[in-house]
């Protein structure tokens, strides 16, 4: 597959290798302009969506035939950028032509006036603000519910907080049988019903411009952060549980996938539109202790909710996955999220034609050159092939990134026909 990225009026078709990319210049006045890839080295016929009234990110992931990748990005709220701070001592043009569009408040200024991480994301107020922010500015094909995967833990008798630079800390973590039995399993609607306001109203305010996404933690994920007692480096904790007393973790495990599985069907009912499940920390286990520990489990959420909600796309991702790919696509789920380790063509042979992808751009490509980020947009496109991909990051957006590179990722990104 080759890409051609074109002016508006295709008068200055420029080819662009993986290797040396090159853009016409910026122009403020003009449209974005859009790169063409095709398979045989020609620009193909623009091609229709599979459908006017289904957001192209779901059309992707069920196989239709689309004209582009739909694209979001990992962390994307405007959390990490000081948009408002920076705009009187920016010249990127792409403030300057959005200046009308950015929320009245940065995530900054909510931060200062909201300074517990918890009050931010469990107020359906701040959550839908927050979860709108990027859709104001760069107008991504998803849009992820503000909110961390760590949320259901008090619903789950577990108590928990996010401390401003240390992170998550669990109290009391359980440690025994007797210990997990006080786990109660977990009550969304009871528990957590600003979750579902906050979709239902997400929903309403993108109106099928783009798919409103849900996310849940994976039980192994989840339990690594309740057993550790918050994040780990070396997650000897669980993995000292896991070896030595397999019984109470096994206990543990079925809880949350239980109550995760639940989860994800009240995000869906209340707007969710696709879910990702987060297994960050599968990947510190060995392939036979995920095959015990990781795989089992989130086969029994993918299977519970497929029962009652077929038709509802189910995203994984595990950073670090590139050992364990094969096994991902064991789950039954309808997407597989690469990162940046796995050559996107390679992972795309690995996991079969059968199951979408996502990603898989290196999160630190957005603090390269403009010329730079494109030719990498470029490349993964290409290796992803034609449909059944989601472009997006290998991770989320690191602290410090370039608002201007974001944006401009962005509009490369929503340029790009088939």
């Not at 405007?78 to 929320?103: D, M, Y």
């Not at 995203?315 to 094969?326: D, K, R, T, V, W």
């Not at 898989?360 to 059944?388: C, H, M, Q, Y």
Request: aromatic fraction near 8%.
């Amino acid at each position: 597959m080759s890409c051609i990225y074109t002016t508006p009026s295709s008068v200055f078709p420029r080819s662009i290798s993986r290797k040396n990319s090159t853009i016409p210049p910026q122009n403020p006045t003009r449209k974005p302009s859009s790169i063409r890839c095709s398979s045989l080295g020609v620009a193909e016929a623009k091609v229709s969506t599979g459908t006017t009234t289904e957001p192209l990110l779901l059309n992707a992931v069920r196989g239709k035939d689309v004209e582009r990748p739909p694209v979001w990005l990992m962390r994307q709220a405007v959390a990490h950028f000081n948009i408002a701070g920076r705009i009187g001592s920016t010249k990127s043009l792409w403030l300057l032509r959005s200046v009308r569009t950015i929320p009245s408040k940065s995530y900054q200024l909510l931060c200062e006036k909201y300074p517990s991480f918890r009050e931010r994301s469990e107020n359906v107020g701040l959550v839908v603000e927050i979860s709108l922010q990027p859709w104001k500015v760069f107008k991504p094909d998803g849009v992820i519910l503000f909110s961390d995967i760590l949320t259901p833990l008090t619903g789950m008798n577990i108590p928990f907080d996010i401390v401003k630079g240390k992170g998550p800390i669990i109290y009391n973590p359980p440690l025994t049988l007797a210990d997990v039995d006080q786990v109660r399993e977990f009550m969304p609607e009871d528990s957590v019903p600003y979750v579902g306001e906050a979709l239902t109203i997400l929903r309403k305010e993108v109106d099928n411009e783009a798919a409103v996404l849900g996310f849940v933690g994976a039980p192994f994920t989840l339990a690594s952060y309740v057993i550790e007692g918050g994040s780990s480096k070396h997650f000897t904790k669980i993995k000292r549980l896991a070896f030595s007393e397999p019984e109470v973790l096994h206990s543990l495990l079925r809880k949350f996938t239980t109550s995760m599985s639940r989860y994800v069907k009240y995000q869906a009912d209340s707007g969710a539109q696709a879910v990702q499940i987060f297994d960050s920390w599968a990947t510190e286990l060995s392939p036979v202790d995920f095959e015990e520990f990781s795989l089992p489990y989130l086969k029994q959420i993918v299977d519970s909710v497929k029962q009652t909600h077929p038709n509802l796309p189910l995203i994984l991702y595990a950073s670090g996955s590139g050992g364990l790919l094969e096994r991902l696509a064991l789950t039954g789920v309808d997407v597989v999220s690469l990162d940046w380790t796995v050559d996107m063509a390679e992972g795309r042979r690995r996991l079969g034609h059968h199951v979408s992808v996502q990603g898989n751009v290196d999160p630190g490509v957005l603090f390269g050159s403009k010329e730079f980020i494109t030719g990498r947009i470029v490349d993964t496109v290409k290796k992803a092939g034609r449909g059944k991909h989601i472009l997006n990051l290998g991770h989320g957006i690191k602290v410090g990134t370039p608002e201007e590179n974001v944006a401009h990722f962005f509009e490369v990104a929503k340029g790009i026909r088939y």
